[in-house]
């Protein structure tokens, strides 16, 4: 298994502003995720984070909008862009993959709870 | 496209009852299967991983199904207390090792 810390576990933001999350894996693994979660929604994904190369996004969000970097194998940060209320949500990261893990599985981190003003 | 059925959406229940949860899935080309619990707020703990390959799997008073051909997992909770009181997602792969579909969950309340 994995253990995910995300920083800041939540903040309050100013439209128009940006926010960057911070999560951290215990372990390397092969792949990080981050998903949103809007109230009382499911989860969605918004991106796959690559190591060394360009997120893949999913339909209907944009590296301008989540700008998302990921250094290492244990390290991945979401930037929430110019924020407006729509934005917010509560942001998971989430890992997987590698030596130790069943394939296709993943542990999610604590969360980023956003409320946009 | 993969979509993902989680029935009932909430329920209610005196400590101390069996509960089964339903997940129900449309495609049933899938590697595997994770239940997720979620508390208000919080991030995802999860709970258990059954493979495509595998029926059941057993943590303590949880146990998960998985029937690949009828596109359905239960999770069935025994002796339920107030600490079970959450959401509980399942979630399936869409492919490979790539995103995670979620049910929309069941909400679950335990009173003593």
């Known amino acids: 298994s994995a253990v995910i810390s995300q920083k800041p576990s939540r903040d309050i933001c100013q439209r128009g502003t940006s926010l960057t999350i911070q999560c951290q894996v215990d372990s390397q693994v092969t792949m990080m995720f981050w998903y949103r979660q809007q109230p009382g929604q499911s989860l969605t994904l918004i991106a796959t984070a690559n190591q060394g190369s360009e997120a893949t996004y999913e339909s209907g969000f944009v590296i301008d909008k989540f700008p998302i970097s990921r250094p290492n194998l244990t390290f991945s940060t979401l930037t929430v862009s110019n924020m407006s209320p729509e934005d917010s949500s509560i942001y998971l990261c989430?890992?997987?993959?590698?030596?130790?893990?069943?394939?296709?599985?993943?542990?999610f981190g604590p969360g980023t709870r956003l409320t946009v003003l | 496209k993969q979509e993902v059925t989680q029935i009932p959406a909430a329920l209610s229940v005196p400590e101390g009852e069996n509960l089964v949860l339903n997940c129900s899935f449309t495609?049933?080309?899938?590697?595997?299967l994770q239940w997720f619990r979620q508390d208000p707020g919080k991030g995802l703990t999860s709970l258990l991983l059954i493979q495509s390959s595998q029926r059941e799997q057993t943590s303590g008073r949880l146990n998960a199904s998985l029937d690949k051909s009828s596109g359905r997992s239960t999770l069935y909770i025994a002796a339920s207390q107030p600490g079970d009181s959450a959401t509980y997602l399942c979630?399936?792969?869409?492919?490979?090792?790539?995103?995670?579909?979620f049910g929309a969950g069941t909400r679950l309340a335990v009173h003593p």
């Open positions: 495609d049933s080309a899938i590697y595997n």
């Open positions: 979630a399936v792969p869409s492919g490979g090792y790539n995103k995670l579909i």
């Open positions: 989430s890992g997987g993959g590698g030596a130790g893990f069943s394939y296709n599985e993943q542990f």
